[in-house]
């Protein structure tokens, strides 16, 4: 059953409501930046809870929180992130980039649509959301997981997002958990859009190194970033609930960064030169060649591991939205 036809209420009564987000398909980081004209349309959704309490409104606006699942789609994990922010006085949107493509999982094949329209999902629905009568446009922030954190980043990198929702436009504040950083703008100019990362050092699916990288390239660019490690722990260490491999995971941690030029065109790690064709697909693919890849990696917690993600999740929130 697809999420959005899905009924859920969390404890406090705040029921989740559809809305659909116009959003685009293109098949890179170029195809955004420099043939936007060429972008072909479609309409996610997810869905957005409002809180019963009015202690963070300002002159009678909500501030919200994104939450963007990773290759696994919606969890329970991240409508319980939702509610604890709901239950704090935030209103939260759960965005569902999976259902409207036919997509159950990318954890196999993370090239069934690509990185690029992750990212652009964020920004269309941060355009809506934007605009929602009862939320803050000033106060939004995106919490991404996995696959979901990559996204959020990219959509926080001006280059990109200026090219979609416009330049100084777009979120307050960025909580990327467990992302992937293996594409990375040459400017990664975040400009006042506070990130902070949060990951195990036990990632089987993520290069902890690269993303540290990411985050030192953002700081020299001008912009606030943070990254807590967690010792031990691995991909995915908020979902609840027991460690276990997921034997169908496709994954190359250790491949090279792919970093992008100005224009959104990829640069092979090979050639060294831009090339506006390259796509993840051939991305992914040099990497599987060169020895990179590998198959079956470990999701989950250990005791306390989820609680201690919540804890610096709300802590963030707490001080970026207010």
Aim: some cysteine.
């Amino acid at each position: 059953m697809r999420f959005r036809d899905q009924d859920i209420v969390f404890a406090g009564g705040a029921k989740g409501q559809n809305i659909d987000i116009l959003t685009a398909n293109p098949v890179n980081y170029f195809h955004v930046i420099s043939n936007a004209a060429e972008l072909p349309r479609l309409v996610v959704d997810g869905k957005l809870f409002l809180p019963a309490s009015d202690t963070r409104k300002r002159n009678g606006k909500l501030p919200l929180v994104m939450v963007v699942p990773g290759s696994l789609g919606v969890a329970p994990s991240h409508l319980t992130h939702a509610e604890t922010v709901v239950r704090d006085g935030f209103a939260a949107f759960v965005l569902d980039s999976f259902g409207a493509r036919g997509v159950t999982s990318t954890v196999a094949n993370q090239t069934q649509f690509s990185f690029a329209a992750s990212a652009y999902d964020v920004l269309a629905a941060w355009q809506v959301l934007s605009a929602h009568p009862e939320i803050d446009a000033s106060r939004i922030g995106a919490q991404g997981h996995s696959r979901g954190g990559s996204a959020v980043l990219t959509a926080a990198t001006r280059r990109f997002a200026d090219a979609v929702v416009g330049a100084g436009a777009g979120f307050r504040s960025v909580l990327a958990a467990y992302p992937w950083s293996g594409h990375q703008f040459l400017d990664p100019s975040v400009d006042e859009t506070e990130i902070r990362v949060i990951m195990g050092d036990a990632d089987e699916w993520c290069s902890p190194m690269q993303v540290q990288g990411h985050c030192q390239a953002i700081r020299l660019s001008g912009g606030k970033a943070t990254m807590r490690l967690i010792g031990g722990a691995q991909h995915s260490f908020d979902r609840g609930t027991g460690i276990e491999n997921v034997a169908e995971a496709s994954v190359s941690p250790a491949a090279p960064t792919a970093y992008i030029a100005n224009d959104g065109a990829f640069i092979h790690p090979l050639q060294g030169v831009a090339e506006s064709k390259l796509t993840d697909r051939d991305l992914m693919i040099y990497a599987l060649k060169a020895g990179y890849g590998r198959k079956g990696a470990t999701i989950g917690s250990r005791d306390g591991d989820a609680e201690l993600f919540r804890e610096d999740m709300l802590a963030f929130w707490r001080r970026t939205l207010g």
